[in-house]
Structure formats: C-alpha cells, structure tokens
Nanobody, 115 residues
Framework: QVQLVESGGGLVQPGGSLRLACAGPENILRFNFMTWHRQLPGKQREMVASLSQRGNKIIDDAVKGRFTISRDTTANVVFLDMNNLQPEDTAVYYC?????????WGKGTLVTVSS
C-alpha cells in the first residue's frame, strides 16, 4: 500500500502564497508520475501539475505562471508552490502517484482563498 500525505493547506488571502507538500513512500522516483490535482466545490477532480520520473513538468493552463511543482528526492517529498492565489483556487488539493496503470492518492488538503 502506497501512502501519500499532503500538508500545507489552509486559509490565505487573495494574492497570497502557499506551499503544499506531499510526503511519499521511499523512493518517489520509482513512480512514473507524481501529480497534484484539485477538486473545486461541486466539480470533478482536475490535474494542476505533473512531474515525471525524468523531471518533465506539466502545469495546467489555469495555473501556469502561478503554480510550480518540484521534488526533494532525498526527503521523498513533492511540492506545489502556489503564488498569487485567487478565490477560484479554493479547493481540496490531492497528491497523486502513478505506477504503471495504478494511481495512488492522498486524502487531500483544503486550500481556502478568501479575504
């Protein structure tokens, strides 16, 4: 069983920043992809950022220029740095890991952007 634990969510004012962290199991490099998804209220889960085993990054257009994904392979942690947050970024953010055809998920961390 793969455990992914997100942290770093919370309440932030519009224009603010947060760093989310996803603590993975040993050797996150064994996963084909590490991803961050979010689920906005009343909507389906959507991918916001992806980091491949080789280090290739994909950022969704909705957050491009504001969000970045990175990893610390020593600590086995994947980060999502979020800047200039807006109320429409309010969502539960989930860390994901893909190994072959299997996707693993964390339980999510809530980000609320409000004044």
């Amino acid at each position: 069983q793969v455990q992914l634990v997100e942290s770093g969510g919370g309440l932030v004012q519009p224009g603010g920043s947060l760093r989310l962290a996803c603590a993975g199991p040993e050797n996150i490099l064994r996963f084909n992809f590490m991803t961050w998804h979010r689920q906005l209220p009343g909507k389906q889960r959507e991918m916001v950022a992806s980091l491949s085993q080789r280090g290739n990054k994909i950022i969704d257009d909705a957050v491009k220029g504001r969000f970045t994904i990175s990893r610390d392979t020593t600590a086995n942690v994947v980060f999502l740095d979020m800047n200039n947050l807006q109320p429409e970024d309010t969502a539960v953010y989930y860390c994901g890991a893909t190994l072959g055809v299997v996707n693993y998920w964390g339980k999510g961390t809530l980000v609320t952007v409000s004044s």
